[in-house]
């Protein structure tokens, strides 16, 4: 019984400061989207991008390769889509 009341206070604590590492999430900025271009990331408005099982694209110029929008710059995954490309030109 001694050792359960020196273990669980110690668990506790432990778990707590797992949890708190593994909850932080980067929070998307409501107001911009940004997209990759080479190696640099562009602001722009934020797009209202349907759920989908494709990612949110949008186009710069007629004829352009489309570019996935992303929620924050530095994102490894696009925004979700629903194949939409949006027109920024």
């Not at 506790?12 to 708190?20: C, D, H, K, P, Y």
């Not at 409501?30 to 694209?57: M, R, V």
Request: with cysteine.
């Amino acid at each position: 019984m001694k050792k359960l009341k020196l273990i669980l206070p110690m668990l506790a604590f432990v778990f707590a400061i797992t949890l708190s590492f593994a909850s932080v999430t980067l929070g998307a900025d409501p107001e911009h989207d940004y997209i990759k271009i080479g190696d640099s990331w562009e602001e722009i408005d934020a797009l209202e991008c349907n759920s989908g099982s494709t990612t949110c694209q949008v186009r710069l110029a007629p004829g352009a390769t489309p570019l996935d929008v992303y929620d924050n710059e530095g994102d490894p995954l696009p925004k979700p889509g629903d194949g939409t490309v949006f027109q920024l030109y």
